[in-house]
Nanobody, 124 residues
Framework: QLQLVQSGGGLVQPGGSLTLSCVSSGFTLTNYPIAWFRQAPGKEREGILCIDSDRSTITVPSVKGRFTMSRANDDNNRMFLHMNSLKPEDTAVYYC?????????????????WGQGTQVTVSS
C-alpha cells in the first residue's frame, strides 16, 4: 500500500518550536517532489512549503523565515517540517504530500500521495 505516515504535532506555546516527520511506505520518497500543506479551522487547505524536482524550495510568505522542510540525510523515505517562532495563527492540521506535480498548485490534490494529517495547536 502506497502511503505517507506522519508523526509529531501537538500543543505548543507561542514562540515555541515543533518538528513534524513524514515517512513513505510502498514507494521511495526521494524519487518525488515533496510538500507540506496545512488547513486551519474554517479555511481551505494551503500549500506552505515545497521542494521541487530541481531541488528548489518554494515557501509561502506567512511561514518564510520561521518554517523549513528537509529530507532525512540517512533515510530515503523520510521528510521533516521544522517550525520555529510559532504563532497562534499557525494552528492547523498539517499534511505532508508527495508526487510528481505536488509543487504545482494547478494540479488536483488527488494526484498526490498524502499523509493522514496531524494537529498543531499554538496556544498559551
Amino acid at each position: 500500500q502506497l502511503q505517507l505516515v506522519q508523526s509529531g504535532g501537538g500543543l505548543v506555546q507561542p514562540g515555541g518550536s515543533l518538528t513534524l516527520s513524514c515517512v513513505s511506505s510502498g514507494f521511495t520518497l526521494t524519487n518525488y517532489p515533496i510538500a507540506w500543506f496545512r488547513q486551519a479551522p474554517g479555511k481551505e487547505r494551503e500549500g506552505i512549503l515545497c521542494i521541487d524536482s530541481d531541488r528548489s524550495t518554494i515557501t509561502v510568505p506567512s511561514v518564510k523565515g520561521r518554517f523549513t522542510m528537509s529530507r532525512a540525510n540517512d533515510d530515503n523515505n523520510r521528510m521533516f517540517l521544522h517550525m520555529n517562532s510559532l504563532k497562534p495563527e499557525d494552528t492547523a492540521v498539517y499534511y505532508c504530500a508527495a508526487g510528481p506535480k505536488v509543487c504545482d498548485s494547478s494540479v488536483a490534490p488527488s494526484s498526490h500521495y498524502w499523509g493522514q494529517g496531524t494537529q498543531v495547536t499554538v496556544s498559551s
